[in-house]
């Protein structure tokens, strides 16, 4: 039971390049999320999914797209990277209802944009 | 206006002197507070959660109690491995970010150093 797995580790893109984060869950959960952490800023979501599906923006979306495809992987993708969103990336899950909101998360990807 | 708020940022302590971390939330209906702990280079662990005022929870060293207003994790004869970033975060009645109800929103963390 690995929980929630996330590839790359690390990652350097430069401005303008594209790529795709890859998360996976093994314990059977209905909800995905996809946050970023900054120092000084916290966790920040980007998007979510509630349910296999669905996916629905969170605080700070833009410059993301997501995919979920199928109950247990959910991806997300920089069309076009910025410096900006140089950041560690965190995939989180969670049951999604019946009082198991806790989420859990994965070891997060290291991205730097130069 | 931030909506959970932790304190301190930070805070150092010799092996075995206890004391407490401080999550303060303004939701305005709460359906569950949680705390993680963060080692540098992972991702949060989960500890607690906390579902209504006055509930209490404890793992090894750690105590985390919640009020109306406010969350504490006690941390009791700390050890130099209990040194990590401490997160708090809430869930709000009702959700959000369009309703949805597992939804979590996280203040800033505590960074907590016990030294030997």
């Known amino acids: 039971n690995a929980g929630v797995t996330q590839t790359p580790k690390f990652q350097v893109l430069k401005t303008g390049q594209s790529m795709t984060l890859q998360c996976a869950q093994d314990m059977n959960h209905n909800s995905m999320y996809w946050y970023r952490q900054d120092p000084g800023m916290g966790l920040r979501l980007i998007y979510y999914s509630a349910s296999e599906g669905t996916t629905d923006k969170g605080e700070v979306p833009n410059g993301y797209n997501v995919s979920r495809l199928n109950k247990r992987e959910f991806s997300l993708r920089l069309e076009s990277a910025a410096p900006s969103q140089t950041s560690v990336y965190f995939c989180?899950?969670?049951?999604?209802?019946?009082?198991?909101?806790?989420?859990?998360f994965g070891p997060g990807t290291r991205l730097t944009v130069t | 206006e931030d909506q959970v708020t932790q304190s301190p940022e930070a805070l150092r302590l010799q092996e075995g002197e206890s004391s407490s971390l401080n999550c303060s939330y303004t939701v305005s209906g709460l359906r569950g507070l949680f705390w993680y702990r963060q080692d540098p280079g992972k991702g949060p662990e989960f500890l607690f959660t906390l579902y209504s005022a006055g509930e209490e929870k404890e793992k090894e060293r750690l105590k985390a109690t919640l009020t109306k207003k406010e969350s504490f994790l006690h941390i009791t004869a700390p050890k130099p491995e209990d040194s990590a970033t401490y997160l708090c975060?809430?869930?709000?009645?009702?959700?959000?970010?369009?309703?949805?109800?597992?939804?979590?929103?996280f203040g800033k963390g505590t960074k907590l150093s016990v030294k030997p």
């Open positions: 975060a809430v869930q709000e009645r009702g959700g959000n970010y369009g309703g949805s109800q597992g939804n979590l929103i």
């Open positions: 989180a899950s969670n049951q999604g209802r019946s009082r198991s909101y806790e989420q859990y």
